[in-house]
T-cell receptor, first 113, second 112 residues
């Protein structure tokens, strides 16, 4: 069953603008991860945020986590056409013996030049 | 390092045929998984392995078998292909119990 749900399902912006995607989940987590998937390709890990962290940065990426609301957001600043891809959040349950990631359905981001 | 490799890239099967999707990783990861991705469904876990000789079922295991005889390889077998198994299949591996996963490029399977 889907744990994470991304919002919006699709997002279209211009180069240079910021893109924000949200993820909500249902159960307590060990960590939450964001992945990118270019069309027809495999998933690429972007960032991992643990349940005791509230914010994390990596280059133009900023991820926040609110465990009280069971939600996370991914902000991509100064978007580029190369950022066009689908973005997925994935959660690892608390007390999981193995990182059985549960993925959401993804947000499709289109960045126009 | 080649990372996670998958073969074949594309495959067309007839209903009832069997086949094996290959997955290999050269990062000495203990943990490996198989996912399927269907339009509008995200990725769903089929089977996973926490080490050689140890496998377990994921969310959608029916119709698939796995085995793990070596750390490097984790093949996925379709016993009797059905049109419902038309999908893109991804193999992934990870080092720790809750860390990032490394994905292969995928196998696009069509069952007629």
């Amino acid at each position: 069953s889907q744990q994470g749900e991304e919002d919006p399902q699709a997002l279209s912006i211009q180069e240079g603008e910021n893109a924000t995607m949200n993820c909500s989940y249902k159960t307590s987590i060990n960590n939450l991860q964001w992945y990118r998937q270019n069309s027809g390709r495999g998933l690429v890990h972007l960032i991992l945020i643990r349940s005791n962290e509230r914010e994390k940065h990596s280059g133009r990426l900023r991820v926040t986590l609110d465990t009280s609301k069971k939600s996370s957001s991914l902000l991509i600043t100064a978007s580029r056409a190369a950022d066009t891809a689908s973005y997925f959040c994935a959660t690892v349950p608390m007390n999981s013996g193995y990182s059985t990631l549960t993925f959401g359905k993804g947000t499709m981001l289109l960045v126009s030049p | 390092n080649a990372g996670v490799t998958q073969t074949p890239k594309f495959q067309v099967l007839k209903t009832g045929q069997s086949m094996t999707l290959q997955c290999a990783q050269d990062m000495n990861h203990e943990y490996m998984s198989w996912y399927r991705q269907d339009p509008g469904m995200g990725l769903r876990l089929i089977h996973y392995s926490v080490g050689a000789g140890i496998t377990d079922q994921g969310e959608v295991p029916n119709g698939y078998n796995v085995s793990r005889s070596t750390t490097e390889d984790f093949p996925l077998r379709l016993l009797s292909a059905a049109p419902s198994q038309t999908s893109v299949y991804f193999c992934a591996s990870s080092f720790g119990t809750s860390g990032r996963q490394y994905f292969g490029p995928g196998t696009r399977l069509t069952v007629l």
